[in-house]
Nanobody
């Protein structure tokens, strides 16, 4: 399984970025994909998740409280590509953003996420 993120970069506060994650090599029909981020000196944080049916409101929370209303996750299954649209970016959004994929068991995402990309840097100043 290979996950490749793109779209990171530097942006001014209040700006927008869209991250993409291209996935290949995973054949299970049911899976969860998500975005995580890690700022320097901080623990990795869940950002947003979506499942293979395109549901972004499964589980107890699909978005971290800090990004609700500002970030939107979407999945183009035909292109095997996950997106994260980020708007109203703040300096505290600065982090390396990772996409990850994991199979589902029933309606539950297998945790910890099994497959990870290499990450893309987002810097907000």
């Amino acid at each position: 399984v290979q996950l490749v993120e793109s779209g990171g970069g530097s942006v001014q506060a209040g700006g927008s970025l869209t991250l993409s994650c291209s996935a290949s090599g995973f054949t299970d029909p049911s899976y969860c994909v998500g975005w995580f981020r890690q700022a320097p000196g901080e623990a990795r944080e869940d950002v947003a998740h979506i499942d293979s049916d395109g549901r972004s409101d499964f589980g107890t929370s699909s978005y971290a409280d800090s990004v609700k209303g500002r970030f939107a996750v979407s999945l183009n299954s035909a292109k095997n590509t996950l997106y994260l649209q980020m708007s109203s970016l703040r300096p505290d959004d600065t982090a390396i953003f990772y996409c990850a994929l994991t199979p589902m068991e029933g309606s539950t995402c297998v945790r910890p996420y099994k497959f990870w990309g290499q990450g893309t840097q987002v810097t907000v100043s």
